[in-house]
């Protein structure tokens, strides 16, 4: 029996005044998504007296606390809300997502605010801020359960479940968001071990577009649960998530950081290909790490180098330090300029990548298969150097090959992630400072990507070779080779959905037939 709230009375905003404030005026002229309204200052007043019985913030541009609120990882990716509010409960949210539905209001939602594209941003229109009395992480130590709201970041959690010997799979930067990450698919550190986050996740809390409040799990309501497992962000306002956890101890991480001579990245592929490539075993498709251990090799500036190009292992390996050192015996032979590899806390794992905020960023993203070959790694380093040669501004520029075994991922089916398949995924991150650089930033990220759609066609034999029956490199369902939590730029969302599109229009027409959840790789609703 469904738990779902019954629906909410329809609140339509009074008539516009003729005594608009200049400020009314102008969120008024701010562009719009299609077929949407931004907020006026009667939304306002209005949108308070529904929460004034609550703990709810309903903050203008002109409230103290608001800017806080519009603030974004990436500076690129903000936008000037018409109104915020910053709820107290699930109920809160359903009361703002049925006035902004029935008022044909803009929505957007922001939990952790790491989306480059300004998904959880909008123009003018009404945002919900999860990051208050939302962001919070229960432990149900005796059933390995995580209770997560939906404002909460990756490092609450690590934190939370650590102090009860647990974790998680929780993406690789403890200052990402939850919610995003997970809706979106979510690899991490332990991926290789327990899968994908959306893997890990037992039950959930949503809120959809009419307000009410559905709770989601295989058994309840399943095929809510089946299209927010991959494609989240279409549905609905995630306000909790219920995830597995795992007993864990300390993990072996580090860094090493290589000169980029044509010897040294040479070694670094050979070291990555022996690795991580999976294989064919007696025991099934496994590579070296027999998926104990996730590498990034990054193409990067680190600050303490001080503008110079290195070439950067991060590895993150379940076990001890000294099964660490064997397995990654080919990386410390080639001889790094510096190396802090040590035993830590789970907690430690996700914070090995500073991100830092306030610069403006735009991720892209592009799919690899293993082996690498060595004279593209070559070629990606050398347009790496010619970008950061040609724009001062750029130099906290990466490109990331993210490297683990995904034999556990392919082996699951659940949910609507499109993505599974024997190809690992690339990062390509542009960071720079003044918006005069956006164009030319964001259009080197594409031309990387460019690069690397070209070598998987160089690659097509590997593309499309088996390694376990009909499980081939892209997968039992095919997968799309497209990663939507990095490919935020051109990709549509027939692009990112791959087969399970059609299914999904399906369930859009169900729970958001007016399309209020649409920005990110918005689903049209099916006829």
């Given at each position: 029996m469904s738990r779902s709230h019954a629906a909410l009375p329809t609140i339509e905003a009074p008539s516009p005044t003729t005594s608009e404030t200049q400020a009314q005026r102008i969120i008024m002229n701010i562009h719009q998504e299609p077929g949407k309204r931004g907020v006026t200052s009667d939304d306002i007043i209005t949108l308070r007296r529904l929460l004034s019985s609550t703990a709810a913030a309903v903050l203008s541009p002109s409230d103290p606390g608001y800017e806080k609120t519009i603030e974004r990882w990436s500076r690129a990716a903000e936008k000037p809300a018409g109104v915020t509010v910053v709820p107290s409960s699930t109920e809160d949210v359903a009361v703002v997502v049925k006035y902004a539905n029935d008022n044909n209001i803009d929505l957007a939602v922001k939990g952790g605010g790491h989306s480059t594209a300004g998904a959880s941003s909008t123009n003018g229109g009404l945002l919900i801020d999860l990051g208050g009395r939302l962001r919070y992480t229960n432990v149900d130590a005796k059933n390995k359960l995580l209770y997560v709201g939906g404002g909460a970041l990756w490092g609450d959690v690590d934190e939370a479940a650590w102090k009860?010997?647990?974790?998680?799979?929780?993406?690789?930067?403890?200052?990402?968001?939850v919610g995003g990450l997970t809706l979106g698919g979510g690899y991490g550190a332990l991926?290789?071990?327990?899968?994908?986050?959306?893997?890990?996740?037992?039950?959930?809390?949503v809120v959809v577009a009419n307000g009410e409040i559905k709770h989601v799990s295989e058994t309840e309501n399943p095929d809510l649960f089946w299209a927010l497992s991959g494609a989240g962000q279409n549905f609905g306002v995630t306000t909790e998530f219920v995830l597995k956890a795992f007993p864990?101890?300390?993990?072996?991480?580090?860094?090493?950081?290589?000169?980029p001579t044509p010897e040294n990245v040479s070694r670094l592929v050979a070291a990555v290909n022996?690795?991580?490539?999976?294989?064919?075993?007696?025991?099934?498709?496994?590579s070296k790490s027999q998926g104990r251990s996730m590498t990034l090799l990054s193409i990067a500036k680190p600050p303490a180098a001080g503008g110079q190009t290195l070439m950067v292992a991060v590895l993150a390996f379940n076990g001890p330090e000294s099964e660490a050192r064997e397995m990654y015996r080919e990386f410390l032979s080639i001889g790094a300029i510096a190396e802090t590899i040590t035993m830590a806390p789970y907690t430690q794992v996700n914070k090995q990548l500073p991100a830092p905020s306030g610069m403006r960023s735009s991720m892209k993203g592009a799919a690899f298969v293993l082996p690498l070959r060595d004279g593209f790694v070559h070629e990606v380093l050398a347009a790496y150097?010619?970008?950061?040669?040609?724009?001062?501004?750029?130099?906290?520029s990466l490109?990331?090959?993210?490297?683990?075994d995904p034999s556990v991922v392919v082996h699951s089916d659940k949910g609507s992630f499109a993505n599974r398949g024997y190809h690992l995924n690339n990062l390509i991150m542009p960071m720079w400072t003044q918006p005069i650089h956006d164009q030319k930033c964001r259009q080197w990220a594409r031309d990387v990507s460019n690069m690397f759609k070209k070598e998987m066609e160089v690659r097509s034999d590997a593309a499309t070779k088996g390694l376990e029956g009909d499980v081939s490199l892209r997968g039992t369902k095919g997968a799309v080779l497209l990663y939507g939590n990095y490919d935020q730029y051109d990709e549509i969302s027939k692009d990112i959905f791959?087969?399970?599109?059609?299914?999904?229009?399906?369930?859009?027409?169900?729970?958001?037939?007016?399309?209020?959840?649409?920005?990110?790789?918005?689903i049209t609703p099916a006829a």
């Open positions: 009860h010997g647990l974790a998680t799979v929780s993406g690789t930067v403890a200052d990402t968001g991926s290789g071990e327990h899968g994908l986050v959306i893997d890990n996740v037992v039950s959930a809390t864990q101890g300390d993990m072996c991480i580090g860094t090493m950081l290589f000169a022996d690795l991580h490539e999976v294989k064919h075993t007696p025991q099934g498709p496994k150097e010619d970008y950061t040669a040609s724009c001062d501004d750029a130099h906290g490109v990331s090959w993210e490297l683990y791959g087969v399970n599109y059609e299914q999904l229009a399906k369930t859009k027409q169900k729970y958001d037939r007016g399309n209020m959840f649409n920005k990110l790789f918005a």
